[in-house]
Each structure stands twice: as C-alpha cells, then as structure tokens.
C-alpha cells in the first residue's frame, strides 16, 4: 500500500507539473488541480497508513486507531483548494475573455500602446 | 485570558462581511467602516505592542484548548512590532485609495482590504504552522481579488500568472506540513521547536527535506531571487495602492523566515544545521543584484517600483539569512524602513500614473509636479538608502552587522553597488519625468505622451497627499526616533534568539 500511495502521489505531482509548464490557461488549472490531489494523498499519508482503523481513540479497549488529525488538515486544505481553484478559474476566464488568448505568459508590450492601467 | 489578542484577526474578519453584506451599496458607509476599522485596528495592536513592550510572552488559546492540541495565538515583541507596522501602513494607504478614488473602479475594494488585512495580523499572530498556512491563504485570496480591482487585459493575464505561482507556493506548503507533521507529530511552532530539538539522528533527512521545502514557501513570498518572478508583473500591474499594501505582504515572507528558522530550525539544531545559511545569503545577495538592475532597466513606473521592492527585500534577506542577533535587529529595523519606504514609491508612481500614464518619458509638467517630484526624491532616496532618511541608518546597521563573517566584503560590494544603482535608476526616472519634459515643445509632447486612460476624480485629490506625507512622518520619525527604534529592535532579536521563554509560556511549562 506505501507503494500504491507514494507512487500515486509522485505520479500526480508530475502530471500536475508537467500540465503547469504547458503554459495554457486550461492545462495549468487541470495540473494545478492534479498537484492538490497529489497533496491531499500526501498529507492524508503522513499520519501513517493504516486500514479499516478508526480515527477516533477508545479508552475501554486496545484497538488500533489512525492518526485523525492529518484527516482534519486534509479537510481544511480540500475546502482551500477548492476555493483556489474557484479563483483561478473566474480569473483564467476573465484574462480568456478580455484578451482572447490563454497563455499565462505576459505578452510583450511596447513602449506607449495598448496601456490600461 | 486576555480577549484583546484575537482583536487583530476578529475585527477586521467582522468589518469586512458587514460591508459585503449591509452597506454594498453605499459607498461613503463602505469608506467609513473600512476606515474606522483600520484606525480601531491601529489602536488595538498599540495597545497589545505597550504589552508586549516588557518583553512578556502572550498567549491565547482558541477554545480554551491547551497549547499543543489546539490553535494559539502568540504575541510577542516581534509580531507586535509587526501588527502595528500592518495597521500604520494600512491607513494611509486607504486613505489614498479613497481620495483617489481607487476604491470606486471595481466591486467590494472595502471588503477585500479588510480580509488581506486580517490575514496579514493572523499571519503575524498565530503561533500554529498549519494556522500559518491557513492565514497565508487568507490573505492571499484577498490578495487575489485586490490584484485584479478594476480589471483590464494586462491586469487579468498578470493576475492569472500571480495566482498560478502562489497556489504552486500554497501545495508546497502543504507538502512541507506534511513531512514535518509525519516526523514529529505536531505543528504547533513551539512543540515543533521542542520535538525538533530532541528528533533521533535517522529521521534527519526528512526533517531537512521539511525544512528547505518551508524554506522554499517562504523564499516564494519574500521574492527571493530564482524565485520572484511573479512579483514584477503583479505588483506593476496591480493598482498601485494595493501594490504599496503588498509591500507588507513580502514582509510576511520574511517574516516567518525569521520567525520558523529562530524558533524551530535555530542556528543551534543540530538536524537542520548549516542548511539555511548556505543558500540564503547569496540568494539574498542576487536579490538585491537583481532589484537594483531591474530599477535601472525598468521602462515603467510600475515596474521600477516593484523592481525596487525587490532590492529591499534582497538587503533585508542578507540580514536575516546572517541569523545573528546583531543582524536580526538590523533586519527588524530595515524591515520597518522597507516597508514604508516601498509603499511610498508605490503611492507616488500612482500619483504620477495617475497624470502622465505608466511610462517613464519626457513628458509636459503635469499639475502639481513640485510637490510630486519632491516625493518621489523622498522615495527615491529612502528606498535607495541614501542619507538622511531612515534607509541609510538601516544599511549601515546591515553593514555593522557583517562584522566576522565570511562574506563581508561580498556583502558590503553587493550591498554599495545595488544603493549606486538603484539611486542612479531613480535618477534617471525622475529626470526623464520631472525635467526633460519641460523643454519639450507641446505637440511633440502629445504624441508622445498618452493621456491616462482615467479621468482624474473630481474630489479634491488632498488625501492622496495626505497619505503619501503620512509614510514619509512616518520614515521621518523612524529615522529621528532611531534610538528607541533600534533598542526596540535588539530587544526583539534578543527574544527571538533565547525562544525557551517563548516555548515555556505556549507549552503552558510556567503555569500561571
């Protein structure tokens, strides 16, 4: 199961990376969502791994639990995410929208044109 | 327990959904909530800074819970120092956007300010590295909306590079909780110092994987030098009053640098030894190498400004990365300067922008040029570092504080050399703006010299003065009230370099 997961975690990383230097709106919020899964798994990880144990401690027997807090970070960072990804995506549009092209590079300007500020 | 703590994170956290929701659409009461918070907030963290004057550690814990279960807040010297520098530097700047009428060019500017604000003092604040996490997000989200206010093209495209780049920097931060959660078993920055500080010798590779990997989190939002590219094109793309209040933003960067690697990865642990110290200095050296350059180079005013919060991040990472107690207090004194120093230039290259467009060339004197010119001299010469203003006693406090390290002599070069180029680039700005223009004959000027694309607001633009006058009293009495200033700061360095107190009083090991 470490294997499964590390190597689950490493693959989604890649992907996510690869995705990102791709430079086109699209690829970039797919690998950016790839990367927060690829953190989840990690974080959900870090409190050792162990099946079909509770993450709740319980004082009148000895069961093996699982570490619950890495569970907690996880939910916080799941709902942060989420709220990212929202962002980047009604910023990537209105960039879309506004300049017809979805690269995420800077496009050279020239001295004196096409200012808004 | 003492409530007033938790005021910095609450206020502005209540302030900012009344204003979404109660007074959307009635601009003035925006403008007054938004203003009495921030004032409210000033008074607050002067009040918790005389606290924490003495030197007490200040704990709260959120729930009641103990310190390593639940979330704390702590208030130290340093974090005082840093909520109050937050809410100074907040005022002016809402006062400018008001009286320049930047808050009325998009939707809900008052509510957004509120949550960056509130992230920044939880940043400051918080004594739990997920909690850091948590309000970095925070005041990024906020940061995001506040970047893109009142939109347009190149506005959305920098936009979108700045929010790629720090959600890249956000999972990184996941992964480097992650690893230190995994080897210690808390997150609290107190128990992690403890834990750190007693971990078996095999377990120290992942520790120092953690390390670099927060190390690296830290360096994205100080803009240190491989990794600063979003900062130039967000910050001359942002609105520049939003801009000169990302000035503090790096400083949280820095910041938590200081903070995480005294406090838990100090100079004395043994795991993390010698892990800091060999890239960070001549990363800081780039920095500033590279902020000084940009500053000459720079064909916008936008740009020149941001390239110069560059360079004073570069001279506040050398003194932070020496990780000495004479360096840190050098560090905590320039880090006041910079900021200040940074949001003036920023509030000025609005002022200028504003009547002449983001370019720097010749162009007709614009309406109030004197007085705008002289400020950004002020500017100009604060950031530069150039005597008589607080940015020249900052340096030499750097300087003083390389005595015995190796690197000194590539420190005082790098260090000269960026000041000489930076003034040389101001300079070069500032004469094409304010001099050449007034030998230009008028129709060459018009074709030359696009209007601003804004019309001018028809207020009375006295605030926007009064905000940019406001930063320099306030590099001004940094520099005449230098004394208590840099007692103050040694004080705090000192504090930061004995943690034991700071560890006791969270762990709760002097019960009261």
Known sequence: MELLVASAVGILTAAGIYLILRRRSFPVILGLSLITYAVNVFLFATGRLATAAPPILNKYEEVAYTDPLPQALVLTAIVISFGMTAVVVMIALGAYLSSRDDSTAMPVETEGAGDDA | ?512
């Not at chain 2, 992650?178 to 128990?191: F, I």
């Not at chain 2, 834990?195 to 670099?212: C, H, S």
């Not at chain 2, 050098?330 to 009547?355: G, N």
Request: charged share 10%; hydrophobic share 60%; with cysteine.
């Open chain 2, 1 to 512: 327990m003492d409530h007033l703590l938790i005021a910095p994170v609450v206020l502005p956290a209540l302030v900012a959904p009344f204003i979404i929701m109660a007074v959307r659409h009635h601009l003035d009461l925006q403008r007054i909530f938004s203003l009495a918070s921030v004032v409210l907030l000033a008074a607050v963290s002067l009040t918790l800074a005389a606290q924490a004057l003495d030197g007490t550690v200040k704990v709260y814990e959120l729930g009641d819970w103990p310190a390593p279960f639940g979330i704390v807040l702590v208030l130290d010297r340093l974090s005082a120092m840093m909520i109050v520098l937050t809410s100074l530097l907040a005022l002016p700047v809402l006062l400018y956007a008001i009286g320049s009428g930047w808050d009325t060019r998009g939707a809900n500017f008052h509510a957004l300010f509120q949550f960056q604000l509130m992230g920044i003092m939880g940043a400051f604040l918080t004594g739990d590295a997920f909690n850091l996490f948590v309000f970095f997000e925070v005041l990024l989200i906020a940061s995001y909306g506040l970047m893109i206010h009142s939109g347009g093209t190149r506005r959305f495209q920098a936009g979108v590079q700045y929010v790629v780049f720090n959600l890249l920097g956000s999972t990184l931060f996941l992964f480097a909780l992650g690893t230190l959660y995994s080897v210690t078993g808390t997150l609290n920055m107190a128990d992690l110092a403890v834990k750190v500080a007693q971990i078996p010798a095999e377990d120290t590779a992942l520790l120092r994987v953690g390390a670099v990997m927060l190390l690296l989190v830290f360096a994205i939002k100080a803009s240190l030098l491989p990794l600063h590219f979003w900062l130039p094109s967000a910050y001359a793309n942002a609105p520049m009053p939003v801009a000169a209040l990302f000035a503090i933003m790096t400083k949280v960067g820095a910041y938590s640098i200081l903070r995480i690697y005294t406090l838990i990865f100090g100079p004395e642990v043994q795991a993390t030894a010698g892990l800091t110290e060999a890239w960070l200095l001549p990363a800081a050296l780039l920095t500033l190498g590279a902020g000084a350059i940009g500053v000459l180079g720079s064909k916008k005013l936008g740009r020149l400004a941001a390239f110069g919060a560059i360079a004073s991040m570069g001279t506040l990472l050398i003194a932070i990365s020496l990780f000495t107690q004479t360096a840190a207090a050098a560090a905590l004194y320039y880090l006041v300067h910079s900021t200040l120093a940074a949001a003036l230039l920023f509030l000025v290259a609005d002022l200028v922008m504003e009547r002449q467009g983001p370019w720097i060339l010749p162009q007709l004197p614009m309406p109030q040029t004197g007085l705008i010119s002289a400020l950004f001299f002020a500017a100009a010469i604060a950031l530069a570092g150039m005597p008589p203003l607080s940015g020249f006693l900052g340096k030499l406090l750097v300087l003083d504080a390389t005595r015995g390290v190796d690197l000194a002599p590539w420190i005082w070069a790098v260090i000269l050399l960026g000041s000489l180029i930076t003034i040389i680039g101001m300079a070069r700005a500032g004469s094409l703006l304010f001099w050449k223009g007034h030998g230009l004959p008028p129709e060459d000027a018009d074709t030359s010299a696009e209007p601003p694309v804004d019309t001018l607001p028809a207020r009375p633009a006295q605030l926007p003065f009064v905000a940019c006058f406001g930063l320099l009293g306030g590099l001004i009495a940094l520099t005449v009230f230098a004394g208590p200033a840099t007692r103050y700061a040694e004080a705090t360095a000192a504090q930061l370099f004995t943690p034991t107190a700071y560890i006791e009083t969270v762990l709760g090991r002097t019960a009261e």
